[in-house]
T-cell receptor
Framework: GENVEQHPSTLSVQEGDSAVIKCTYS??????FPWYKQELGKRPQLIID???NVGEKKDQRIAVTLNKTAKHFSLHITETQPEDSAVYFC??????????WGAGTKLIIKP | DGGITQSPKYLFRKEGQNVTLSCEQN?????MYWYRQDPGQGLRLIYY???????QKGDIAEGYSVSREKKESFPLTVTSAQKNPTAFYLC???????????????FGEGSRLTVL
C-alpha cells in the first residue's frame, strides 16, 4: 500500500525567510496531494492541494510542487511570519482513494 | 455557525471501560471519518462512512466501533479491547466520499482520551 514520508520533523526558520517541507510517496497511482496546517490546540485545516495533472500551484505566500517521476511533492512558504508556526501534514490519495498521511513537520518561526 | 462539533474535548477513562466520543456536523456532508493522532505520527484512519447506515473499517479499526444512524452524527466507541486507547481523536467530514474529485476534509477540534 501507499507510504508517505515527510521531512523534516522539525524546521526552524528566521522570520521572513522561506521554509520548505518535503514528502515522498510510494504509490505511483496516487493522484491528489493536500497539505494541512494544524496550529497548536486547533483542528487541521487544508491550506493548499495539488492534483497529479499539475506540476505547481501557488496561493499567495504558499506553493506546492509535484514531481510525479520522482514521486515527491513539497510545500514552500515564502516570507514566513509568526502565524505560520504550526504543524504541517502532507497526504496522498492512493489508488484505493484513501488519504495516507505524513508524520507532520513542526515549523517554528524565530523572531 | 456551520461545522463539526466533537465532545467531550477531554475524557478520562479507567481501564476496562468503554467510552463514546460524539461527532456532529451540520455541513450536510455525506462522508464522515474518524482519525487517531499520536505524537510523531500521521493521522491514521479508524473508520469511515460514506452514507447513512453504512461504514467501513480503516487501517486501525480493532477495538473501536461506530454507527451512522443519522447523516449528521457519527459517534465512535472506544472499547476495552483497544489495547492503547490514550490518544487524540479527530472526526472529519467531506462533501463527497473517498473518490470525490474534491477531497477536502473538514475537521472537528478533537477529543483527547486518557486512560488511567
Amino acid at each position: 500500500g501507499e507510504n508517505v514520508e515527510q521531512h523534516p520533523s522539525t524546521l526552524s526558520v528566521q522570520e521572513g525567510d522561506s521554509a520548505v517541507i518535503k514528502c515522498t510517496y510510494s504509490d505511483s497511482a496516487s493522484n491528489y496531494f493536500p497539505w494541512y496546517k494544524q496550529e497548536l490546540g486547533k483542528r487541521p485545516q487544508l491550506i493548499i492541494d495539488i492534483r497529479s495533472n499539475v506540476g505547481e500551484k501557488k496561493d499567495q505566500r504558499i506553493a506546492v510542487t509535484l514531481n510525479k517521476t520522482a514521486k515527491h511533492f513539497s510545500l514552500h512558504i515564502t516570507e514566513t511570519q509568526p502565524e505560520d508556526s504550526a504543524v504541517y501534514f502532507c497526504a496522498a490519495k492512493d489508488s484505493n482513494y484513501q488519504l495516507i498521511w505524513g508524520a507532520g513537520t513542526k515549523l517554528i518561526i524565530k523572531p | 455557525d456551520g461545522g463539526i462539533t466533537q465532545s467531550p474535548k477531554y475524557l478520562f477513562r479507567k481501564e476496562g471501560q468503554n467510552v463514546t466520543l460524539s461527532c456532529e456536523q451540520n455541513l450536510n456532508h455525506d462522508a464522515m471519518y474518524w482519525y487517531r493522532q499520536d505524537p510523531g505520527q500521521g493521522l491514521r484512519l479508524i473508520y469511515y462512512s460514506q452514507i447513512v447506515n453504512d461504514f467501513q473499517k480503516g487501517d486501525i479499526a480493532e477495538g473501536y466501533s461506530v454507527s451512522r444512524e443519522k447523516k449528521e452524527s457519527f459517534p465512535l466507541t472506544v472499547t476495552s479491547a483497544q489495547k492503547n486507547p490514550t490518544a487524540f481523536y479527530l472526526c472529519a467530514s467531506s462533501i463527497g466520499g473517498l473518490a470525490a474529485h474534491t477531497g477536502e476534509l473538514f475537521f472537528g477540534e478533537g477529543s483527547r482520551l486518557t486512560v488511567l
